[in-house]
């Protein structure tokens, strides 16, 4: 059975950058198509970009071009999302998805304060 | 890309069947057949209800279906029951620009 289990919640200053992690178990990072998806507090949900990793290829939503980056890396069996030059509306649950949304991470809660 | 339109809440007493509708354009719903549904509780990552308009994973109750027409997906809950009170998001494709869009969200509670 597939499992994702992400880092843990970050608290970030106004301007700092965000790594969220996804770790997969019961199965291999390069055989999915990773997902980010966010949820600002009492909001819903909204896709940030994906990592198709049997391609190498990344596509990201165009809110977010030019400040997330998407990757994986295999020997950790882990996907990785950044995201840089946050603000205070980038507060908010981050979650990563495979198997075209079947499987999720149990969320990072992300807090830009200063 | 805007967000896709679901009406905020829907309610329903146990035992009947609510839908709950999902309104796009001619850039996602109306040009795709990969629309999804999922269901959120308080909390909680979002689980996956329906994929490709009307297919449903395994686990899933077939309480739970889906259509879609035109530009409008709908999601129906038959013999609703106190755990389906939670939130619901429609998502579609929206080609290789925009990729996915989700919906505004729609709060089920169960009367």
């Known amino acids: 059975q597939v499992h994702l289990v992400q880092s843990g919640a970050e608290v970030k200053n106004p301007g700092s950058s965000l790594k969220v992690s996804c770790k997969i178990s019961g199965g291999t990072v390069n055989s999915y198509t990773f997902n980010w998806v966010r949820q600002a507090p009492g909001e819903g949900l909204e896709w940030m970009g994906h990592i198709i990793t049997t391609l190498g290829l990344t596509n990201y939503a165009q809110k977010f071009h030019g400040r997330v980056t998407i990757n994986a890396d295999e020997s950790a069996n882990t996907a990785y999302m950044e995201l840089t030059s946050l603000t205070s509306d980038d507060t908010a649950i981050y979650f990563c998805?495979?198997?075209?949304?079947?499987?999720w991470g149990q969320g990072t809660l992300v807090t830009v304060s200063s | 890309q805007s967000a896709l339109t679901q009406p905020a809440s829907v309610s329903g007493s146990p035992g009947q069947s609510i839908t709950i509708s999902c309104t796009g354009t001619s850039n996602d719903i109306g040009s795709y057949t990969l629309v999804s549904w999922f269901q959120q509780h308080p909390g909680k990552a979002p689980k996956l209800l329906i994929f490709?308009?009307?297919k449903r994973p395994s686990e899933i109750s077939h309480r739970f279906s889906a259509s879609k027409s035109g530009l409008t997906a709908s999601l129906t809950i038959s013999g609703l029951q106190a755990e389906d009170e939670a939130d619901y998001y429609c998502?579609?494709?929206?080609?290789?620009?925009?990729?996915?869009?989700f919906g505004t969200g729609t709060t089920v509670t169960v009367l």
């Open positions: 998805s495979i198997g075209d949304f079947l499987h």
């Open positions: 490709e308009v009307t």
């Open positions: 998502c579609s494709y929206a080609g290789s620009t925009t990729r996915y869009v």
